[in-house]
C-alpha cells in the first residue's frame, strides 16, 4: 500500500535534478554568451587600431608626397594638401593614442612615434621655407644634405612595430574566443545530454513502478472481492458498508434478510431510513456518522426499521473507514436484529436501553435485576449502585407490596392484576428529593422466575398542570354562578358539562335534567354544530372562528316554547379537552324592539313625504341616510346624490357640528340641547347659491343608532320681510322725532308772538270796550278768544311734544301724590263745578312724576269737564294686575262715549263736542296715550253714553314698598 509515495518521491528526485542541471547549463551559456562577446569587442577593438595605424602610415606617404611636390613645382595647392594632411597625421596620431591607451606595450612606443612624427613635420616646414625663400636648388639641397628619407624610415618601422604587437593581440584574442565557444558547446552539449539521461532514468523509473502498483492494486482488488464475496455470504449480521454521507455502497445477505430491501433497490439510498421517524427528526442518523468518524468505531442498540414498516431492536456496529491517506472514505456496519439474538439478556438489554422512559426490572423479592441508563439518571444513581439493590429504595411504596404474593393470590395473579394499568407512585432520588412517577408493569419470564419489567416516567409536569387546571376549574365555576347571563360549558362532543342557575331558570329545566345531556336539546340548532371540526378545519379552528362574536339562535325551553337568544362562545382548556363556555342572552325583548323600530321606520318614511318643508335625516357621523322630496326641490339635488353624503355638502355649518359629542357632552346630549329650537343657519343649493334656512331638529331612535331628523324651512320671504319691518320702524321713529322737534320748535317759538297778540287784544278789549262801536266790540272779542285759544293749543302742542322728548327717568313714586297735586292744580275747576272726586289708597310706581301729575290732571279734568247738569262725581282706583302692575281706572258720572269713538278719541285734535259746547284743544287724550305708552303701558276707555265713563292705564309696581 505504500508503493505510491515511492514512486512520487522517485519521480519528484528525478526531474528535481533535471531542472537543477538545466538551470546550471542555462546559466554557463548565458555567462559564456557574455564572455564571448566581450572578446569579440576586443577583436574589433584591434582592428580599429591596425586601421588607424594603417590610416597614419599612408598619411605620412602624403605628408611627403605633398611637400616634395611643393618643393618640386612650387605649386601652392600643393602646399595645401601638405598641410592637410599634416593635421590629419596629427589626428590619426591622436587616435591611435587614444586607442592603445589600455596598452602598456603600445603606449610606451607611443612618444618616440610622436617624436618623429614632430621632427618629420619640423624638417618638411624648414624644407619649404627655404624653397619659398631661396628656390628650388637650396631646398633640394637641404633635403639631400638632410636625407628626410631616413626620418620617413623610422617612422614606418615605428608605425610597423606597433602594428605587429596589435596583429599579435588580435591573434591571441581570436584564440580565446575560439576557445570559448568550444568550451561552451561542450558544456551545453553535456549538460542537456546529462538532463536528458535523468529524466529518462527517472521516466523508466516510474513506468517500473507503475507495473508494479498495477500488479498489487490487481491483487487488493483480488483479496477485496474476496472479502466481499465471503460478506455478502454472511446471513445472520447485516454487513453493508456507506459513504461518507451515509449512502449504501455495498449490502450483503444478512441485511437483506433483516432489513428486507434487496441490494439493487437500496444500493445508493441513505442509511436513514432504517430509523424510526422521530430518530430522524432529531437527527440521529447523521449524528451517529459523526460520532463514528470522531471516535473512529461506534456500538449501539437501537430501534430500526424494516421494509415492511415493523421494528425492531438492532445492535450495531459502526466502523469508520478511511483511505491511505488518512481521509474519510465511508463506513462498514455491521448489525445484528436482537430480538433473533440467542442471548435474550442481550436482546433484552438492547430494548431496555431504547426504551424512552426509565426502566428498572426487578424480581419476586424486590430487587432491582435490572435498570436502563433512563433510571440513572431519572433517580441520580449509577447502575451499579442500584443493581441488586432493593425497590424500595427508590420507589418507596405501592411497588414492591405489588409483587408480593398474600393468601388470598399467587405472585403470578398479583401481578396479573396490575399489568398495563398505570399506577401512580412517588419515586425517591439519590438526593433525597421525590417526584411523581407512573408505573406501566409487564412480566418477564426467565431463568431466574418471572420478572417484572417497570417502565417509569416521570409524572410531575402533568401533575402540576392538572393541579392547575383543578384551580382553575373551581375558581371557574363561582364565575359561572356569578354571571348575570345563563352559562353553559359543554364539551365537544356537544354534552353539557356545567350549567349555572340562570341557565336552570332561562330554560325551565333542572340542573340534573340537563348534565350530561346534549346541548342539542335546548339550543336546536347552529351550536353543536360549530363545536364540531371538519375536513377543512380542526375543532380548535372551528372554535376560533366563533369566539367573541355573538351568534343569533333559537333556544327551546322544557315545555317546548322557543325563544331567540344570542351566544357568546369562549373556550376553556381542561383536563377534558377543550371545553367550549356559552354565555346566552334572552333577546326575545330586544328582537321585538327591532321589529318594532322597522315598523316604525316604515311609518316615518310616509310621514316625511308627506310633511311641507324639507326633511333630512343625518346619522351621527353627519351623513344623510334619507330626504323628501321638498328636500331635493330645496336644495337642487336628485335624491341619489344626496343619500349617504356629508350633510355639510347642503349646509356647510352649523348642523353637523350640532350632532358631534365633544369632551364636555355626549352625542345625545348634544342633540338634546338643539332639539325643537329653530336654528337659523345657511343652506347652499347644488347651483352653489345660497338661502338662510330655519332647522327644527328631532331625534329619531332606529335601529342603526339614534338619527337626527331636520326640518328645514327656506327663510328668504321672512328674512326679507323682517329687514323691511326693520327699516320701516327706523325710518318711522326718524320722521316721529324729526315731528317732534319740529312741534316742539314750532310751539315755542309761536308762543312768544303770540302772547303779544293775545296782550294787546286784550288790551284793546280792556281800554276800548264800550268807547267804539259794537261791531268793533264784537270784533275785538273774537280775536282775544281766538289769540287765548291759540295760546292753549301752542301750550298744548308744547306739552304733547315734551312728553318724548324731556321726559325724565322712571323711578319710584307714590301715585297718591302724584294725584294730589293734580287735583291741587284742579281746585279752581272743582270749585267751580262743585265736583265729588274720591280716590282709594294709591300704590307706588315706576313713573315720571310729572307726566303723572299731567296724566291724571287731564283725566280727572275730562271727567268733570264732560257732564251733564248735576254734580260731578269723579273717583280714581288702583287695581293690582298680576305680578308687579297696577291698573289705574279715572271714572266718572258724565256724558259718557259712542263706543265706536274708544280709539279715536286718543287721536291728535280728536274731539266729539263742538268748541261752543266744551272748550278743548283735542290734545289732552293724546298726551295722555303718549304717557302711558312711554310708561310702556296702554291706555283704554270703557263707557256707555249717558252713565259716564272709565279710563284705564296701568303701570308698573315700584320697587320701594309705599
Ligand atoms: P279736549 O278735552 O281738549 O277736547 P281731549 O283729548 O281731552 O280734548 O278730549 C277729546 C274728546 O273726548 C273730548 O272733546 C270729548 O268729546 C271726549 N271726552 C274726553 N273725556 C271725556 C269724558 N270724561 N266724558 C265724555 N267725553 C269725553
Given at each position: 500500500m505504500t508503493i505510491k509515495p515511492v514512486v512520487d518521491r522517485k519521480v519528484r528526485l528525478a526531474f528535481g535534478s533535471a531542472i537543477a542541471i538545466m538551470i546550471l547549463v542555462g546559466a554557463f551559456a548565458y555567462y559564456c554568451i557574455v564572455v564571448f562577446n566581450e572578446n569579440n569587442r576586443w577583436i574589433n577593438h584591434t582592428h580599429e587600431v591596425l586601421d588607424n595605424l594603417q590610416e597614419l602610415r599612408f598619411l605620412i606617404q602624403s605628408i611627403e608626397l605633398s611637400s616634395r611636390d611643393f618643393v618640386m613645382s612650387g605649386d601652392e595647392s600643393r602646399l595645401k594638401s601638405y598641410r592637410t594632411s599634416v593635421a590629419q597625421a596629427e589626428d590619426s596620431a591622436a587616435a591611435v593614442t587614444y586607442a592603445t591607451r589600455d596598452n602598456p606595450v603600445q603606449q610606451r612606443e607611443m612618444p618616440s612615434l610622436a617624436a618623429l612624427l614632430a621632427q618629420r613635420s619640423q624638417f618638411a616646414e624648414s624644407v619649404i621655407r627655404l624653397r619659398q625663400t631661396q628656390g628650388l636648388d637650396a631646398a633640394v639641397k637641404e633635403v639631400e644634405i638632410a636625407r628626410g628619407d631616413r626620418n620617413s624610415d623610422e617612422i614606418y618601422t615605428e608605425i610597423g612595430m606597433m602594428r605587429n604587437e596589435e596583429l599579435r593581440l588580435l591573434q591571441r584574442r581570436s584564440a580565446d574566443s575560439q576557445w570559448q565557444l568550444d568550451e561552451t558547446k561542450t558544456v551545453l552539449l553535456f549538460g542537456t545530454v546529462l538532463g536528458l539521461l535523468i529524466t529518462g532514468a527517472a521516466g523508466w523509473s516510474v513506468h517500473r513502478d507503475n507495473s508494479m502498483r498495477a500488479l498489487a492494486e490487481e491483487a487488493l482488488r483480488a483479496g477485496e472481492e474476496q472479502h466481499r464475496m465471503d460478506l455478502s455470504g454472511v446471513r445472520d449480521y447485516a454487513i453493508f458498508t456507506l459513504d461518507p454521507q451515509g449512502r449504501i455502497m455495498t449490502w450483503n445477505a444478512g441485511a437483506e434478510r433483516i432489513n428486507g430491501y434487496r441490494a439493487e433497490e437500496i444500493i445508493g439510498q441513505n442509511f436513514s431510513r432504517f430509523f424510526p421517524p422521530e430518530d430522524i427528526a432529531r437527527g440521529r442518523p447523521e449524528e451517529l456518522l459523526r460520532i463514528t468518524a470522531a471516535n473512529g468505531r461506534h456500538e449501539e442498540n437501537g430501534m430500526r426499521v424494516r421494509k415492511d414498516g415493523s421494528r425492531f431492536v438492532a445492535s450495531a456496529t459502526i466502523t469508520a473507514l478511511h483511505d491511505a491517506a488518512g481521509k474519510l472514505r465511508g463506513f462498514s456496519k455491521i448489525s445484528r436484529d436482537l430480538s433473533e439474538a440467542k442471548d435474550s439478556e442481550a436482546k433484552y438489554r438492547g430494548l431496555l436501553e431504547a426504551a424512552p422512559d426509565a426502566m428498572v426490572v426487578v424480581n419476586q423479592r424486590g430487587d432491582i435485576v435490572l435498570v436502563n441508563v433512563q433510571a440513572e439518571k431519572r433517580f441520580g444513581y449509577r447502575r451499579d449502585e442500584l443493581?441488586?439493590?432493593?425497590?424500595k429504595n427508590i420507589i418507596p411504596e405501592g411497588f414492591a407490596e405489588r409483587l408480593i404474593a398474600d393468601d388470598a393470590r399467587s405472585a403470578a395473579e398479583a401481578l396479573a392484576q396490575q399489568i398495563g394499568t398505570g399506577i401512580e407512585l412517588s419515586g425517591r432520588r439519590k438526593d433525597g428529593s421525590e417526584f411523581p412517577l407512573e408505573l406501566m408493569l409487564s412480566p418477564l419470564e426467565s431463568t431466574e422466575g418471572i420478572l417484572v419489567t417497570a417502565a417509569i416516567r416521570d409524572i410531575s409536569v402533568r401533575k402540576a398542570a392538572e393541579r392547575h387546571l383543578a384551580q382553575m376549574e373551581g375558581r371557574y365555576r363561582g364565575l359561572l354562578e356569578a354571571a348575570p347571563d345563563a352559562m353553559v360549558v359543554v364539551d365537544q362532543a356537544g354534552d353539557i358539562v356545567l350549567l349555572n342557575v340562570q341557565a336552570e331558570k332561562q330554560f325551565g329545566y333542572r340542573r340534573d335534567e340537563l348534565l350530561g345531556q346534549k346541548v342539542k336539546n335546548i339550543i336546536p340548532e347552529g351550536f353543536a354544530e360549530r363545536l364540531v371540526s371538519d375536513g377543512l378545519r380542526s375543532a380548535e379552528d372551528a372554535l376560533a372562528q366563533q369566539i367573541g362574536t355573538g351568534i343569533e339562535l333559537s333556544g327551546r325551553r322544557k315545555d317546548g316554547s322557543e325563544f331567540p337568544l344570542e351566544l357568546m362562545l369562549s373556550p376553556l382548556e381542561s383536563t377534558e379537552g377543550i371545553l367550549v363556555t356559552a354565555a346566552i342572552r334572552d333577546i326575545s325583548v330586544r328582537k321585538a324592539a327591532e321589529r318594532h323600530l322597522a315598523q316604525m321606520e316604515g311609518r316615518y318614511r310616509g310621514l316625511l313625504e308627506a310633511a311641507p318643508d324639507a326633511m333630512v335625516v343625518v346619522d351621527q357621523a353627519g351623513d344623510i341616510v334619507l330626504l323628501n322630496v321638498q328636500a331635493e326641490k330645496q336644495f337642487g339635488y336628485r335624491r341619489d346624490e344626496l343619500l349617504g353624503q356629508k350633510v355639510t355638502n347642503i349646509i356647510p355649518t352649523g348642523f353637523a357640528e350640532r350632532l358631534v359629542s365633544d369632551g364636555l357632552r355626549s352625542a345625545e346630549d348634544a342633540l338634546a340641547q338643539q332639539i325643537g329650537t329653530g336654528i337659523e343657519l345657511s343652506g347652499r343649493r347644488k347651483d352653489g347659491s345660497e338661502f338662510p334656512l330655519e332647522l327644527m331638529l328631532s331625534p329619531l331612535e332606529s335601529a342603526e343608532g339614534t338619527l337626527i331628523t331636520a326640518a328645514i324651512r327656506d327663510i328668504s320671504v321672512r328674512k326679507a320681510a323682517e329687514a323691511d319691518l326693520v327699516q320701516n320702524v327706523q325710518d318711522l321713529n326718524r320722521s316721529n322725532q324729526e315731528l317732534e322737534q319740529f312741534a316742539n320748535i314750532a310751539s315755542h317759538d309761536l308762543q312768544e308772538p303770540l302772547r303779544m297778540v293775545a296782550s294787546y287784544t286784550q288790551l284793546l278789549s280792556r281800554r276800548y270796550k264800550g268807547k267804539l262801536d259794537s261791531d268793533a266790540d264784537e270784533f275785538i272779542a273774537y280775536a282775544v278768544d281766538g289769540a287765548s285759544r291759540m295760546q292753549r293749543l301752542i301750550q298744548d302742542l308744547l306739552a304733547y311734544s315734551r312728553v318724548g322728548s324731556k321726559g325724565g327717568n322712571l323711578r319710584d313714586i307714590s301715585s297718591d301724590n302724584a294725584l294730589q297735586q293734580a287735583l291741587q292744580n284742579l281746585r279752581g275747576v272743582i270749585q267751580d263745578s262743585g265736583a265729588l272726586v274720591t280716590h282709594d289708597p294709591l300704590p307706588t310706581v315706576m313713573a315720571d312724576e310729572i307726566q303723572l301729575i299731567q296724566l291724571f290732571q287731564n283725566l280727572v279734568g275730562n271727567a268733570i269737564k264732560y257732564q251733564k247738569p248735576g254734580v260731578p262725581k269723579v273717583q280714581i282706583s288702583a287695581a293690582r294686575n298680576g305680578a308687579k302692575k297696577w291698573t289705574f281706572s279715572v271714572k266718572d258720572n258724565g256724558l259718557g262715549i259712542e263706543s265706536q269713538y274708544f280709539e279715536r278719541i286718543f287721536g291728535m285734535f280728536q274731539r266729539l263736542h263742538k268748541r261752543e259746547e266744551f272748550a278743548g284743544t283735542g290734545i289732552g287724550l293724546a298726551i295722555c296715550k303718549k304717557i302711558v305708552e312711554r310708561h310702556g303701558g296702554r291706555i283704554s276707555v270703557e263707557s256707555q253714553p249717558g252713565s259716564g265713563s272709565t279710563f284705564r292705564f296701568a303701570l308698573a309696581e315700584g320697587e320701594r314698598k309705599s
Open positions: 443493581l441488586g439493590q432493593k425497590v
